[in-house]
């Protein structure tokens, strides 16, 4: 990945990222009360006395969330702070009914870890995290619902958020995308996040600033609530830009926070930055501080499955894969378990050892399923062709009884249908031919009718005999046995 540097009238500026993520946690209960998190439900059926913020009513740290941020911590290597606080943070929210919001200031539950961006050709970047502290959400105004009334929305109020905070190190577009996706990996992996951008359940507050080379960090704006990993790549070179052009004219970048517009491609003021001490944070009175002992981290951490990094390993050192297949096949816990499951399948059914047909597997996932789904517009998740059906039609290759070629023809039928690989070979005749009589037969008729490419063959024209065998797969349908049709072809050819 080439230097990202934004070309002045006057000079050459680098830019300058850190990434706020709020990641909604996975929970059944919200992070201060019993009620339900589920999306999609009707506008306010999941609010508790606690999230409606009723006098008297006390809240209580659900355990689970707090288990949730200690191991999203865990998986990235972070310190896992065994003594935090709950503070209020005193800024008026016109759907948090209680005035403040519930966050941490001083003593988040989650330290300093790492997150190493894969930037392609192997190379990587590790991008430090700050700190990860636990919030409450607040509520939606919904402004669509009268021509002269705001309603709102407490469903998502005291829903738990992790905010991980990275420090300013990324330097691109590209690298806040890697980040973001990095990080939306981990969490999917360790199922302490979703990480669905247009469900809301992640979001970005991305910070930006400008330099020339070898200056100081220039002052930053906030660009809030970014919700697609696009759109934050799009924010980041258009803030950018608007702050070198206001640099060389003259002015001075105001500290601030802005919002982005995708439509017009523009970042709008939304107000002054504020300051830590404009929020007055203050120990919450009705949370005692959060106090846990090494039991219970060692407990998260056994919790944690292989993690991404991890798993990519184990593909290129144990099954033999490329980097490159690796990482793509990792990228998304859905495609890894699909990969898993279909090796897993294949394996038993050949009876082959998985690291001498993973490569296979993984190219055959790579290419015709991904080609497949891309043209469908489904996930791996909707693929019609089950990672158990895949190996079917996989084990078919494998002993010999249809070609690779008339699999790609089955598998388009069975994307198609659903149904399975051999009910469709049986269905239409497609088993592979391998009796030599037969094959004889075909290559001696395909040499008769070509006696002007055969006496080019024997004049040194080597290459013809692709030629040749196109003519015998063509001839049987695509059924022949290649393994076959060479072994008799080229001693009729050489004569």
């Known amino acids: 990945m080439s230097k990202y540097i934004i ?30 998190t589920e999306f999609g439900a ?25 288990r949730q941020a200690v191991r999203t911590g865990l998986a990235i290597g972070a310190e896992i702070n065994k003594y935090s606080v709950f503070d209020r943070k005193n800024y008026f929210y016109a ?12 003593h988040p539950i989650v330290g300093e870890g790492t997150v190493t961006l894969d930037l392609g050709d192997g190379k990587t970047k590790d991008v430090g995290v700050e700190r990860i502290h636990l919030e409450q959400d607040a509520g939606k105004s919904m402004h669509d619902q009268h021509p002269q009334f705001t309603y709102v929305d407490l469903n998502r109020s ?101 919002l982005f517009d995708p439509v017009k491609l523009e970042t709008r003021s939304m107000r002054s930055k504020e300051e830590a001490h404009d929020y007055r944070y203050f120990p919450d009175p009705d949370l005692l501080p959060l106090e846990f002992d090494d039991a219970f981290i ?13 798993k990519r390993t184990r593909f290129v050192e144990a099954l033999g894969l ?25 394996s038993a059914k050949s009876k082959a050892d998985a690291a001498k047909i993973a490569s296979k597997a993984a190219n055959w996932v790579m290419g015709d399923l991904f080609g497949a789904l891309n043209k469908a517009g489904k996930t791996i998740t909707e693929s019609p062709v089950s990672a158990s059906q895949g190996a079917d039609l996989l084990a078919l290759v494998e002993d010999g009884t249809i070609s690779g070629r008339i699999a790609k023809d089955v598998f388009e039928v069975m994307f198609e249908t659903g149904k399975d690989a051999e009910a469709i070979v049986e269905e239409k005749g497609l ?34 005999i692709g030629f040749f065998v196109g003519q015998v797969m063509k001839a ?8 076959v049709v060479n072994k008799l072809l080229k001693p009729k050819l050489d004569g």
């Open 7 to 36: 070309q002045g009238a006057k000079d050459d500026f680098e830019v300058v990222i850190g990434l706020e993520v709020h990641a909604q946690v996975i929970s059944n209960a919200k992070l201060f009360s019993g009620a339900s």
């Open 42 to 66: 009707e506008p306010n059926a999941q609010v508790s006395l606690v999230d409606a913020a009723m006098p008297g009513m006390l809240p209580t740290i659900n355990e689970e969330c707090i």
């Open 95 to 106: 759907d948090l009914p209680q005035g403040y919001q519930i966050s941490q200031f001083k």
């Open 158 to 258: 005291g829903v738990a958020l992790m905010e991980i905070v990275s420090k300013p190190d990324m330097t691109s577009p590209e690298e806040a995308g890697a980040y973001l996706t990095k990080l939306r990996t981990i969490l999917r992996y360790i199922g302490t996040c979703d990480g669905n951008m247009e469900q809301g359940s992640m979001r970005a507050d991305v910070n930006v600033s400008v330099r020339r080379a070898g200056e100081p960090l220039g002052t930053r704006c906030e660009i809030k609530n970014v919700n697609s990993i696009r759109f934050v790549r799009q924010a980041i070179e258009v803030e950018a830009r608007r702050q070198v052009d206001i640099i060389e004219d003259g002015g001075a970048v105001d500290q601030e926070t802005r």
């Open 298 to 310: 060692d407990a998260a951490r056994d919790s944690l499955p292989e993690l991404p990094d991890e």
């Open 322 to 346: 490329s980097d490159y297949n690796a990482g793509v096949l990792v990228a998304e816990k859905e495609t890894s378990d699909y990969f898993e499951a279909l090796l897993d399948a294949l």
């Open 431 to 464: 088993k592979q031919v391998s009796d030599t009589g037969e094959i004889e037969k075909i290559i001696d008729e395909v040499i008769a009718a070509n006696p002007g490419q055969v006496e080019q063959y024997r004049g040194g024209k080597d290459k013809l």
């Open 476 to 483: 049987t349908g695509g059924k022949a046995n290649p393994g």
